[in-house]
């Protein structure tokens, strides 16, 4: 059993909609031992001003969390840090802030967001090649614990368009960085197509002597909440998977 949700958004997040206490308490109701939250941190539309008075509230609602509920579940201050490459300088200063878990994505193109689909649609073999290199660029600077959804740009361009090449230079950096893979599960339920990275992608970072897995939901309401978690785990039949989060600032077993 994978007791862990190592993706979880609550209302410190622009866009989620449940409270980080109302998560804990459904963890709970489902018998998790592990709870990561990573929030937002977009600075290609959010200030940093913004992010840090968010901060303060988050970290002292986490302590709370952990002084109530923290004899039955580990609950994590963490992070999405989007496109961290780009924003160096305020990476550096949030790695300061006690932050459990950074995770990085690609939500960006070009300033245009993946996610919401504000891609140019007769661009699709551009953006699928813009999205790989900046990931190459991310992993490339390191630092973050985990790569969020690995092939997101599959719901922003509504295509699976890629070279193995491509792919495979991305997980040779992580290998070697000591970033884990997220195996998470919003793609199930975003593109009806399997997880972000589908399982051929997973296949050949294993290939390639990839041991360092996390499972997230990519949670923003109620119901997606450890969602596919279980039976994703169940599918992935490997022996070496982490239940849990590796971390290059908390390291958590079961
Ligand atoms: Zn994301
Ligand atoms: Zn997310």
């Known amino acids: 059993m994978y007791r862990a949700d190592t993706h979880v958004h609550s209302t410190f ?39 840090l008075t968010m901060e303060r509230a988050f970290s002292e ?15 994590v201050k963490g992070l999405e840090f989007a496109e961290p490459h780009r924003y160096q300088k305020e990476f550096f200063a949030v790695e300061k802030m006690g932050f459990g878990y950074i995770i990085g994505a690609i939500h960006f193109i070009d300033g245009r967001s993946v996610a919401l689909k504000q891609l140019l649609p007769d661009q699709k073999t551009y953006y699928a090649k813009r999205y790989y290199q900046e990931l190459f660029s991310m992993v490339s600077f390191g630092h973050m614990d985990s790569v969020a959804h690995f092939d997101h740009i599959r719901r922003g361009i509504g295509e699976d368009l890629y ?10 950096v992580m290998i070697r960085k000591d970033i884990a893979l997220e195996i998470n599960t919003s793609g199930i339920r975003r593109t009806k197509e ?9 296949l050949l970072y294993r290939k390639l002597g990839g041991k360092k897995v996390t499972i997230g939901s990519d949670t923003h309401i109620e119901s997606n909440f450890y969602q596919f978690v279980e039976e994703t785990y169940q599918n992935l039949v490997v022996e070496n998977l982490i239940p849990g989060v590796f971390s290059k600032r908390t390291f958590v077993k079961r």
């Open 61 to 75: 609602e986490v302590s709370r969390l952990n002084l109530r509920y923290g004899d039955r579940i580990q609950i």
């Open 194 to 202: 399997g997880p972000f990275p589908k399982e051929e992608k997973y």
């Open 13 to 51: 997040s622009f866009d989620g909609k449940v409270k980080a206490e109302d998560l804990v308490l459904l963890a709970l109701q489902k018998g998790l031992t592990f709870l990561s939250f990573t929030e937002h941190l977009d600075l290609c539309t959010q200030s940093f001003d913004d992010f």
């Open 163 to 172: 070279q193995a090449s491509e792919i495979e230079d991305i997980f040779k």
